[in-house]
């Protein structure tokens, strides 16, 4: 009774917050290694990426080596023959990892998207010296137009002519979101008491950002039915035929159940904008779409609707740089409905931008983001730091030269290999759907419960234990921490595991944890 009373006080908080009670509980197992599947932050690193970026950091400080202003004060590079300079490096250093991907991605951008190697160099060179505010503070130009060719190929919209995108740099994809739902509020877009469409199971934070006093919106949730393919059923899209629905706001892939949207459910939200909900806003993102082959985005599908985050995180092991975008199309439903406000909304928000605008009432949204991200006042140091922003341009352009996606697959296979593991020593087959990122997976333990042992086992084993109290001891009594997957929506008493953050073996074990205290549980109900 003890027990249960300690884990209803914890069922409260976010799984986030709960995890580090787990981690205590743990630590304080000490004969046991403590395996940790909680957090979604990859154990790997992309070096090509960073062996050029480094690389072209040494270049351009030998720029500003070169327009010494005194000794130990460099000055900024000079665009007078840089190109010639830049090849002359290149072959210093011929043979060193990195310097192909650098002396290809000028190519590629000469070649592919129009750009002068020496604008390229140019740009690229001072952003990563860090020695200027970003110019433009949304996004620098080339890195845009590179960031653009990156996101065009993986979320799927380079196949629509004409489905064209700006964006806006972030500081991560939790930066992007923050960003977003603020400069909805500020621009009359969303109010407080307005209804939103929450797809479920979701990233929890998602989930409480709805009920914050500077929202208080109220939410819908669109499920994703389990035993499906995690899909949106017709009749779940159907709930966002109600106009009173605002917006819609999903991941996608999902987190924590990892399946991207069917390409059915995809069909019937683009079926049910274009014809009965044009108006419908639509949130999504994106950060685990490249673990999906043929990954299709909702903004390539409805451009117009949708405002697009994209992090480099997890595909690239780069948490720590908090790198991310926000994309909107050029041709979108919220600047028509920014120009659709009553006179006296439109002079408020005249009132607010017309200090770094000239002309306000015709300034996009995403343009808006830039000023409100800075409370407009301080929008002279909007935009995120160049350097980080050159490590994005890094990072697509090695994508976009890997033209036979040898680094996707390795990185799919990754995740994909751990998922075998856990679930062979689990005693039960996950999904081979090729929706599935694998990236995270949702273990449904009633639901193993029922096919291991029966039902009526399953229904003494969620009516005599609190949803909290598998993850409990897992972490007590096999030292090993995952999330409790009820706090993302997801079934009560399910787990989410990471299949990204610890080695190989250490799946097994943590399916086979799994398998033995369901057993365990299961003989403390037969000597009931």
Not at 241 to 262: L, R
Request: charged share 25%; proline share 5%; aromatic share 10%.
């Amino acid at each position: 009774m003890a027990h249960s009373i300690e884990e209803r006080k914890y069922e409260t908080l976010s799984p986030f917050e709960l995890k580090n009670k787990l981690i205590e509980l743990s630590s304080d197992n000490s004969e046991i290694e403590m395996l940790n599947a909680g957090r979604g932050n990859p154990n790997w690193v992309a070096l090509e990426p960073r062996h050029a970026f480094f690389h072209l950091g040494q270049f351009a400080l030998s720029e500003s080596e070169n327009n010494l202003i005194q000794d130990g004060f460099g000055g900024v590079p000079s665009p007078e023959n840089i190109d010639t300079r830049f090849d002359n490096f290149l072959i210093d250093n011929e043979g060193k990892s990195g310097i192909n991907l650098l002396r290809n991605s000028v190519s590629f951008v000469k070649d592919t998207l129009g750009i002068s190697p020496a604008d390229f160099l140019l740009e690229m060179s001072d952003a990563i010296l860090g020695d200027h505010y970003p110019v433009p503070d949304r996004m620098l130009k080339c890195c845009e137009k590179i960031v653009d060719a990156y996101l065009a190929k993986e979320m799927g919209y380079s196949q629509h002519e004409g489905c064209k995108f700006d964006f806006f740099a972030t500081e991560g994809g939790t930066a992007a979101m923050a960003y977003v739902f603020n400069s909805l509020m500020e621009n009359k877009i969303l109010k407080k008491g307005d209804k939103i469409a929450i797809g479920t199971p979701i990233f929890t934070p998602y989930l409480e950002i709805p009920h914050l006093n500077d929202f208080e919106f109220v939410e819908l949730d669109i499920e994703q039915d389990e035993s499906n393919e995690w899909k949106y059923s017709q009749e779940q899209i159907e709930k966002l035929a109600d106009p009173s629905v605002k917006a819609f706001f999903i991941v996608n892939p999902s987190n924590p159940n990892s399946f991207a949207m069917h390409p059915d459910s995809l069909k019937a939200l683009k079926d049910l904008i274009e014809t009965r909900r044009k108006d419908l806003i639509v949130l999504t993102d994106d950060v685990y779409g490249t673990f999906v082959n043929g990954f299709q985005s909702v903004a390539s599908a409805i451009p117009q609707n949708t405002i697009l985050v994209y992090s480099y995180s997890k595909f690239f092991g780069a948490t720590g740089w908090r790198i991310g975008v926000i994309g909107i199309a050029k041709d979108n439903i919220l600047d028509d409905a920014i120009q659709s406000l009553p006179a006296h909304q439109t002079e408020e928000l005249r009132k607010r931008y017309d200090r770094v605008y000239l002309n306000p009432d015709n300034v996009k949204l995403i343009d808006r983001m830039v000023a409100d991200s800075r409370t407009v006042a301080l929008n002279h140091t909007a935009g995120l730091s160049t350097p980080q922003q050159v490590f994005m341009v890094m990072l697509s352009l090695f994508c976009l030269n890997d033209t036979e996606g040898v680094y996707k697959e390795h990185a799919q296979d990754i995740v994909i290999n751990r998922y075998k593991s856990l679930y062979e020593a689990l005693g039960t087959s996950g999904s081979s759907s090729p929706y599935c990122a694998h990236y995270y997976t949702t273990i449904d333990v009633p639901m193993i419960a029922t096919e291991r042992f029966g039902e009526e086992f399953t229904q003494w084993l969620k009516g005599n234990h609190e949803p909290i109290d598998f993850v409990w001891r897992l972490a007590e009594e096999k030292s090993i921490v995952l999330m409790d997957g009820g706090g993302f929506d997801a079934p009560k008493m399910s787990v989410r595991v990471s299949l990204a953050n610890l080695p190989f073996d250490a799946y097994a074990k943590i399916g086979k944890g799994i398998s033995d205290l369901l057993d365990q549980y299961h003989s403390e109900w037969k000597s009931n």
